[in-house]
Nanobody, 124 residues
Framework: QVQLVESGGGLVQAGGSLRLSCAAS????????MGWFRQVPGKEREFVAV????????NYADSVKGRFTISRDNAKKTVYLQMNSLKAEDTAVYYC????WGLGGSLRESYDYWGQGTQVTVSS
């Protein structure tokens, strides 16, 4: 049974930092591309970042480029999202997702498994 469990969310002031983690189990982690998405009430879930199998290939949404960094530790089966210079508009529930084909993209439909999400709230 595949499980993705996010942690690290919370309340932070604008300009601050948070580091999200997503621990995976029940899958061959190193063969999956791993992504982060976020969603606010009433809006579509949107792509944030993706890291492919080896960890050397990444992509980011324009809105977070230069502020967020995605990384992975295949030995720990964990993917991270380091978020710096946070803004009020980064407030959302953040989800990690796993793409079994390892390609990784910005479309929700590309991902096979999802975590339950962790709330990030940035106060201005």
């Amino acid at each position: 049974q595949v499980q993705l469990v996010e942690s690290g969310g919370g309340l932070v002031q604008a300009g601050g930092s948070l580091r999200l983690s997503c621990a995976a189990s029940g899958l061959t982690f190193s063969t999956y591309a791993m992504g982060w998405f976020r969603q606010v009430p009433g809006k579509e879930r949107e792509f944030v970042a993706v890291v492919r199998r080896s960890g050397s290939s990444t992509n980011y949404a324009d809105s977070v480029k230069g502020r967020f960094t995605i990384s992975r530790d295949n030995a720990k089966k964990t993917v991270y999202l380091q978020m710096n210079s946070l803004k009020a508009e980064d407030t959302a529930v953040y989800y990690c997702a796993a793409d079994r084909w390892g390609l990784g993209g910005s479309l929700r439909e590309s991902y096979d498994y999802w975590g339950q999400g962790t709330q990030v709230t940035v106060s201005s």
